[in-house]
C-alpha cells in the first residue's frame, strides 16, 4: 500500500521527533535498548495537528494563486479597454459606406492607442459569404478597414469587401 504525501510527511515527523527524543536520551546516558520505541506513533491529536497545518498551508497557497490570477485579469481588462476607443464616425464616411455597400451594415469607428483607426463592420447574415466552420467558430462576419489615407482607403477597403462578398460562399476542405 503506498502512502500519501501527507501520510509520508507524518512518518518523517514521527521519525525526526523519535531521534531527537533518542540524541536527548543518549546524551543524558539513558540506553535505548528496545526498537519499538524507535517505531513509536503520534497521537490522534498530534496527526490532526498536522494535517491541520498542512492543509491551511495548502489553502493559504491556493489563496495567493486565486488573488494573483484575479490581479491578472482585471489587468488584462483595463488593458483592453485602453487599447481601442470607438467614436463617432464622420457624414462623408456614412455616406460612403451607404453608397457601396448599403444603409444594412453595421459599422463602428474605432481608434486604438497606437496605430491607424479604423472602421470595423459587421456583414448581415443574408450578404455574408463565411463558411461555416466559420460562422461556427466566430458567429459573426467582420470586417475591417484601416483608415491609412482618409477617405480613399475607406473607399478601396469597401470595394474590396463589396468584391469579396460578390464571390460565392467558401466551402470547407
Known amino acids: 500500500m503506498e502512502l500519501t504525501i501527507q501520510e509520508k510527511r507524518i512518518k518523517a515527523l514521527e521519525k525526526a521527533r523519535e531521534v531527537k527524543k533518542a540524541k536527548k536520551e543518549e546524551k543524558k546516558g539513558v540506553e535505548i535498548v528496545d ?88 456583414i448581415p447574415e443574408d450578404k455574408s459569404n463565411m463558411s461555416d466552420a466559420h460562422k461556427e467558430y466566430y458567429k459573426i462576419d467582420k470586417r475591417s478597414i484601416v483608415i491609412d489615407n482618409g477617405i480613399d482607403s475607406l473607399e478601396r477597403g469597401l470595394r474590396r469587401i463589396k468584391s469579396n462578398l460578390a464571390r460565392t460562399k467558401r466551402q470547407s476542405i
Not at 463617432?88 to 464616411?93: I, K, L, N, T, V
Open 35 to 122: 526498537d519499538a520505541v524507535e517505531e513509536k506513533t503520534l497521537t490522534t491529536d498530534d496527526k490532526i495537528e498536522s494535517l491541520t497545518k498542512s492543509v491551511e498551508l495548502l489553502l493559504n497557497r491556493e489563496h495567493e494563486r486565486t488573488k494573483e490570477q484575479d490581479i491578472e485579469v482585471k489587468a488584462k481588462e483595463i488593458v483592453a479597454k485602453e487599447k481601442r476607443s470607438y467614436a463617432a464616425m464622420s457624414p462623408e464616411f456614412e455616406e460612403l459606406i451607404d453608397l457601396i455597400l448599403g444603409k444594412d451594415f453595421t459599422r463602428a469607428m474605432i481608434f486604438p492607442k497606437s496605430g491607424h483607426p479604423f472602421v470595423r463592420l459587421i
